[in-house]
């Protein structure tokens, strides 16, 4: 399976006359973007703004952000979500880079959504304050949620995707300025003397009720066993991400369209190790799950031969009991594995890192604190609501606090725990934050 | 200048050797011994005072000389209270743990010391406090004294701290996340430390799991009937009067009591100082936490052979694995010589 991204390395996004690229330059219809936006009859407000990283902006709530792309053989970006059922991964797909559509409630946060800072001491939380941002701000008519600390967001959320392939069409008969390329052969060609290695993703499926979970070609990860996956895939839109888990800890749809360990693992194979591919696996609650789940990805892995594994989990809490038990079972059976997680070690940093731990779980990436408090001045200019931090159980925020006060200050200054930044902790790869013993 | 009030055993104290570990605590004007020293190394504090104390009597009558060394601070004005260091000094490591304690609670101040990895202080206090990570013995003095000078003038002049691995003392439970000054990103890290295992190089874990020592459970006895079963408790149950001294929490000692001609547990001769339960129903009937009524009827009805005539207990709330670990090992000790077969170990 041969797939190509061309890039467009944009350099500037202004709104003009006609949605088209130019050397670095992303200039985009404002009403046309719009009415691909109001498509969607459950939308009933919507509006568009440029963001720029070190702009004095605050963002929230933020639901989802994604890559602008087009595939150029007319399929859709997210098929089964956002289109038909195609195979993802596969010919050529045209990516403009350094930019993200981001989604942000105009009325309402939940339990899920996040934080973005595009400037100052705040930018340094998110991976998202270092790119040009076309920010959809819209309201719709799910009135059943408003009020809920879990939403959906189906509306937001499936707008952003179509405002991404909209963008993206601008690029799609242009010549890219740079090609990457990621090539898998079958797996039984794939022999070279080098340690077989496997990546299992555990993605975020806790939620029983349909619509909050990560979707693989629109199936609900709630309900699938583990099954094998091609990176490219991954890599090109198979992958959507969902509505729950406090948002540090989420998998953005753009995490999983860049998805940075798996092209580091790419870049890796053929040198020092042979990347098989990846084992897609989930968080679900129940225990039959879990153990069903585990039982999948270990027999996944000796049925292919792995020698060693990464294994990466998108949440805390509950989920901790799959990621630790999964590295447990692959090590019993002989594979060698390291984990990539994040911790909750509490405000005061005192509390048990995971909530299930075992010492054959003895290598571990750690890629930050959920509960770090963080404190930020206000900023300028705020787009969506600054209240839902503290309104609406955003996971990081609070209504009010005996010692720390609201989240939400009269001035506009923020107090908030690291659960609100907005995918603040890489875990996909890029965070170059680690936890340490004070 | 800010000033540093200085804490040291009877020993380092200069009042004498282990013939003057009950001295009772004193205060001198300016550094004695190590606090010299320590005063010479510290850029931006002066050592004032020095606190002396022997290591039996604080050991010996804990609330007391904490009580006696809070007073003496009272009516002195310092910004840091250092105490040691206490190598591998168990007495000395406690002391310093337990004062350095009280003088954070009662005066808000920082305070920080320095121990040996294996000095009990360690277990029992690095989850509060400050340890530094010391020498065995007084060999590493110069050295322990700088990290300490050091770690105490960044506080004092409020520059950054350092991690625990940076700065030199023990972790203690207390993790926060840190931006990695090499930028290192996570994918990186990964495939480096995968690379490591797969090739049986050593690695470091960003998240260590504290290694768990598991007990194999015993073979079956193979004659109940003709056994000698000794009991043992975690519940605090001794004699009135606690002849041991046994702590309520965070226990160091046990104790081992007769039972020699008694049928059962009365509650005028036993009761418990476990601190981490209702005691009411206990100290009614001691025999529902260590149930030697029960034990002497199944001994009189030939169920198990012998009652050994002395119990064992200690309080279990609080205790450091370490010291669980140690009081385990001399109990066993005492069991093996006495031929004792079994023991049933009653937990609260």
């Known amino acids: 399976m041969k797939f190509t991204i061309g890039n467009f390395l944009v350099q500037e996004i202004r709104f003009g006359a006609n949605t088209s690229y130019k050397k670095g330059l992303l200039t985009i219809n404002k009403s046309e973007a ?51 059922m195609v195979q993802c991964g596969e010919g050529i797909t045209h990516a403009l880079k350094g930019c993200s559509v981001v989604v942000v409630g105009q009325q309402w946060g939940g339990y899920q959504d996040g934080v973005i800072d595009m400037g100052g001491e705040g930018a340094k939380y ?59 052969v079958p797996v039984a060609d794939r022999v070279i003397p080098l340690p077989k290695i496997a990546l299992v993703l555990q993605v975020q499926s806790q939620m029983e009720k349909p619509g909050y979970n990560t979707l693989c070609y629109g199936w609900d990860c709630n309900h699938m066993v583990p099954t094998f996956i091609n990176p490219n895939e991954i890599l090109d839109g198979a992958m959507v991400s969902g509505s729950f888990m406090p948002s540090s800890s989420k998998w953005s749809t753009y995490d999983f369209q860049n998805f940075p360990m798996i092209k580091r693992l790419y870049q890796e194979h053929g040198k020092t190790l042979n990347f098989i591919g990846v084992i897609l696996s989930n968080l679900n609650v129940e225990s039959d799950q879990k153990e069903r789940s585990t039982l999948f990805v270990v027999n996944m892995a000796k049925t292919l031969g792995i020698d060693a594994a990464i294994v990466a989990e998108e949440g805390y809490g509950n989920p901790d009991t799959d990621f630790t038990s999964c590295l447990v079972a692959l090590e019993d059976a002989g594979i060698k594995t390291v984990g990539l997680t994040n911790e909750c070690t509490g405000k005061d940093g005192r509390s048990q890192p995971l909530v299930y731990m075992h010492e054959k779980a003895d290598a571990i990436v750690s890629c930050g604190n959920v509960s770090e408090l963080i404190e930020l001045p206000p900023a300028k200019i705020v787009l969506g609501n600054l209240q839902a931090l503290a309104r609406d159980g955003m996971s990081g925020g609070w209504a009010d606090d005996e010692l720390l006060g609201p989240s939400v200050r009269p001035d506009g200054s923020i107090i908030m725990e690291n659960n609100a930044m907005f995918c603040g902790d890489q875990v996909v790869g890029w965070s170059t934050k680690t936890v340490k013993e004070f | 200048m800010k000033k540093a009030i200085v804490y040291l055993n009877q020993f380092f104290g200069q009042i004498g050797g282990e013939s003057t570990a009950g001295h009772q605590p004193a205060i001198k004007e300016g550094g004695i011994g190590p606090a010299q020293e320590l005063n010479r190394q510290l850029q931006h504090a002066e050592v004032t005072h020095t606190v002396v104390c022997g290591d039996n009597y604080m ?123 090499d930028q290192v990103c996570a994918a990186d890290r990964v495939v480096d430390m995968l690379l490591k295992k797969i090739h049986d190089q050593p690695f470091e874990s960003e998240l260590p799991v504290p290694k768990r020592d598991n007990v194999p459970i015993a073979p079956p006895l193979s004659d109940l009937a003709t056994a000698r079963i000794a009991v043992l408790t975690s519940g605090g149950v001794v004699p009135v009067n606690n002849p041991d001294h046994i702590r309520s929490a965070s226990a160091t000692r046990w104790g081992k009591y007769s039972i020699e001609g008694m049928e059962r547990l009365e509650a005028d001769i036993f009761k418990t100082i476990h601190g981490g339960y209702d005691p009411t129903a206990i100290d009614a009937d001691p025999n529902i936490c260590v149930p030697i009524d029960v034990l002497r ?29 140690r009081m385990g090992r001399e109990i066993v000790e005492d069991l093996l010589a006495v031929d004792v077969d079994a023991a049933i170990m009653i937990s609260t």
């Not at chain 1, 701000?137 to 959320?157: C, H, I, P």
């Open chain 1, 34 to 84: 719009l009415a691909v936006v109001c498509e969607d009859d459950h939308i009933t407000e919507a509006d568009l703004y440029l963001v720029h990283p070190g702009d004095d902006v605050r963002l929230l709530p933020v639901k989802d952000a994604v890559e602008p792309r087009i595939k150029l053989d007319g399929a859709p970006l997210f098929p089964g979500v956002t289109g038909q």
């Open chain 1, 126 to 184: 998110t991976y998202f304050s270092q790119l040009h941002n076309i920010v959809l701000v819209a309201d719709t008519d799910e009135a059943f949620e408003q009020k809920e600390l879990q939403k959906k967001n189906s509306a937001l959320r499936r707008a952003g995707l179509r405002l991404a392939e909209y963008i993206g069409s601008a690029v799609k008969t242009m010549e890219p300025e740079k090609m990457e390329q990621y090539e898998m």
């Open chain 2, 59 to 181: 050991v010996e009558n804990e609330e007391e000389a904490v009580k006696q060394i809070l007073e003496l601070l009272s009516d002195k004005e310092f910004d840091i209270f250092i105490s040691g260091p206490a190598f591998k000094a168990g007495r000395y490591g406690l002391a310093c743990g337990a004062v350095n304690k009280a003088v954070h609670e009662a005066f808000s101040v920082p305070v920080i010391t320095s121990m040996h990895t294996e000095n009990p202080g360690v277990d029992l206090y690095k989850k509060e406090l400050i340890i530094f990570s010391g020498g065995e013995s007084v060999i590493a003095m110069d050295e322990d004294l700088k990290k300490l000078a050091v770690y105490a003038d960044k506080i004092l002049t409020n520059q950054p701290l350092g991690t625990a691995e940076e700065e030199g003392y023990h972790a203690r439970g207390n993790r926060h996340q840190i931006w990695r000054d």
């Open chain 2, 297 to 325: 009827a199944y001994e009189a009805e030939g169920k198990i052979g012998h009652l050994y005539e002395f119990f064992y207990s200690t309080v279990g709330t609080g205790v450091t694995q370490s010291d669980a670990a």
